[in-house]
């Protein structure tokens, strides 16, 4: 069974800070997502990531895809108030047509 | 208005009732997907489609009924509506050649 582990949990920092969200699992994936998702929403794609060993960037926030395949990490530089919001990780269910699997979140909380 | 909509956003039932739950997406895309969220949890999938008139079962279906005459509508009905069925429930598409899901906004079902 596939599975993502996200961590941390629970984040909560002042405004201007780094911090980096982890997403782990024991299972080759062919590709990651992250999603954010704000309170009395849907999730929306962030960005998608193919190749192991892949780096984008979106803004202040950095993508990187584990050269395995297995692992991604989300790093956010200089946070601001309006990064708030759930942080969600993201597989494709091998054979399994469009099914997702999906990580536990990250709930990110900005201070200004 | 293009994109994926839902309808309600909020609904309160009482238990045993029938509930539907309706989803629109303008895209034509093939997948269409139904999740809940819960506290701890996190995003489970409840039934999906490949197509119109092709539907499966995700982690969680027991007690969830869904049909997919046309490609643009999901419905997903609670036949008889239980306080655990309680949750954030929402829709997501996506098309054969993207792997990122495309989400609505989602419906709160409170049953009583």
Known sequence: TQLLEQSPQFLSIQEGENLTVYCNSSSVFSSLQWYRQEPGEGPVLLVTVVTGGEVKKLKRLTFQFGDARKDSSLHITAAQPGDTGLYLCAGPIYNQGGKLIFGQGTELSVKP | ?112
Request: charged share 20%.
């Open chain 2, 1 to 112: 208005d293009a994109g994926i909509t839902q309808s309600p956003r909020y609904k309160i039932t009482e238990t045993g009732r029938q509930v539907t739950l309706m989803c629109h997406q303008t895209w034509s895309h093939s997948y269409m997907f139904w999740y809940r969220q819960d506290l701890g949890h996190g995003l489970r999938l409840i039934y999906y489609s490949a197509a119109a008139d092709i539907t499966d079962k995700g982690e969680v279906p027991d007690g969830y009924v869904v049909s997919r005459s046309k490609t643009e509508n999901f419905p997903l009905t609670l036949e008889s509506a239980t306080r655990s069925q309680t949750s954030v429930y929402f829709c997501a598409s996506s098309d054969l050649t993207s792997v990122g899901q495309f989400f609505g906004p989602g419906t709160r079902l409170t049953v009583l």
